[in-house]
């Protein structure tokens, strides 16, 4: 079995084994999604108006709970010395861990967030639309909150760094993925917003291994 | 297969300071060498640099193969174990879990795994969790990767440390047999090598 495999095999093992994998960033998300409509005491008509969007912003926020501990405790423990070591560059080890953390909290968020919005008044034809943008998102903010949890190795209070870098870099995925669900709804053209959201994760899992792989490497010396 | 570990004219630095200058060191097939020096001289961060996680201030770190020098990057993935004070073994995965990723993603397999643990008397050992370990079970465990996936060069940080008298004559056996094998060891200590062994110091230059 190849490296990768190997790797990526027990990343899936270890965000199982912390907080039970995708169940902290799924309950996070359903806590948001039905805490925000009743506080904020809306009546059904506008609450599906903002249905998508509401959804979608608690998307991005969901995915990022479970990335601040992406590469801390291998840095403290001495991992990331045997990762470096391993026959993978580093900036493919770092991708494959941001890939088995994408799969077990990133597919359960897409999985979640049709059904979020169709319970907040969402058409139900938007679900498929709606799925696809959350796994191409979701993939962008894997990378993005990777990179600001790889950049906040070795420093203190990274827990903040990480919001403060990453959350400006989640602004465009979230007007483009939101636009794009939102245009669908209203049956407007959607293609565009959906591109631009693919072609920026894409853009994000092409570069965020050089950041990641850079700022671990910072780190290690 | 590294035929050399060549260290010429090194100087570390860490932050402002500057641990050492003008090392050198030479290291063939079938030598260990022994770095001493006292407690902060800087023998972990000299390891460390030749794994490549520091970068040199000065001089050069080279690894010779049988055809003149190796790519770095290559001879660090391919043919480098560090053991240091950190072990990177999760604490709340068993000892099986762990040795066998551990040996598998540095090119071993589990039937050497096995092997290694059943040497190294771990056999037993390999359904607990690793937070259960004493800090010498946890050491053997950490060793038994270094015996099971075979590499050329290996750094060893204080390896007998938390070991008792039983597991350090034999770990000096395995050590033997790797140097048998025309393997390399660079190891930081305090006691002597229980094998045959260069002594090279790292002087410090103590705090400015």
Redesign the interface.
């Known amino acids: 079995?190849s490296?990768f495999l190997?790797?990526f095999r027990?990343e899936l093992?270890?965000a199982w084994?912390?907080g039970g994998g995708p169940l902290l960033a799924v309950g996070f998300y359903a806590g948001a999604v039905t805490l925000l409509p009743l506080s904020a005491n809306i009546d059904p008509a506008h609450l599906a108006a903002v249905s998508v969007g509401l959804s979608w912003v608690c998307l991005a926020l969901a995915s990022l709970l479970s990335l601040e501990r992406l590469f801390e405790?291998?840095f403290?423990?001495?991992?990331?010395?045997?990762?470096?070591?391993?026959?993978?560059?580093l900036e493919v080890t770092c991708l494959a861990k941001v890939l088995a953390q994408w799969l077990t909290a990133g597919a359960p968020l897409a999985v979640a967030a049709p059904l979020a919005a169709i319970a907040l008044g969402a058409p139900a034809a938007v679900a498929p639309l709606l799925f696809a943008a959350a796994a191409l998102g979701g993939l962008a903010f894997s990378c993005l909150g990777g990179t600001g949890a790889a950049l906040a190795l070795a420093s203190r209070r990274g827990g903040l760094l990480i919001a403060v870098i990453v959350l400006p870099l989640l602004v465009p995925p979230v007007i483009f993925g939101g636009a794009a669900v939102d245009a669908f709804a209203a049956g407007l053209p959607w293609a565009p917003g959906f591109a631009f959201l693919a072609a920026y994760a894409a853009g994000a899992v092409a570069l965020a291994p050089f950041a990641m792989a850079g700022a671990c490497?910072n780190a290690?010396? | 297969m590294i035929e050399s570990l060549v260290i010429h004219g090194l100087a570390l630095q860490r932050g402002e300071r500057v641990l050492f200058r003008g090392l050198q060191a030479r290291l063939s097939r079938g030598e260990a060498v022994a770095l001493t020096g006292a407690n902060g001289a800087g023998k972990t961060s000299l390891l460390r640099a030749v794994a490549g996680f520091i970068r040199p201030a000065e001089g050069e770190i080279r690894f010779e193969g049988a055809d003149g020098p190796l790519p770095p990057d290559d001879a660090r993935r391919g043919a480098c174990h560090m053991v240091g004070h950190q072990d990177g073994l999760k604490t709340g995965r068993t000892a099986r879990d762990e040795l066998m990723f551990q040996v598998r993603w540095l090119g071993g397999t589990e039937d050497a795994a096995l092997e290694a643990s059943r040497i190294l008397g771990l056999t037993r050992l390999l359904d607990l969790e690793v937070r259960k370990l004493s800090a010498g079970q946890r050491r053997r465990l950490a060793l038994a990767r270094v015996v099971a996936a075979p590499r050329d060069l290996w750094l060893l940080d204080e390896p007998m440390a938390p070991l008792d008298s039983a597991h350090r004559a034999l770990f000096g056996e395995l050590m033997a047999e790797h140097l048998g094998r025309g393997g390399l060891i660079l190891a930081a200590v305090h006691d002597p090598l229980p094998v045959a062994a260069r002594a090279v110091e790292v002087a410090g230059l103590g705090r400015p």
Do not use: F, Q, T
């Open positions: 079995m490296a190997i790797l027990r093992a270890l084994g912390r405790r291998d403290e423990d001495g991992g990331l010395d045997l990762l470096s070591l391993g026959p993978l560059p490497r290690l010396s």
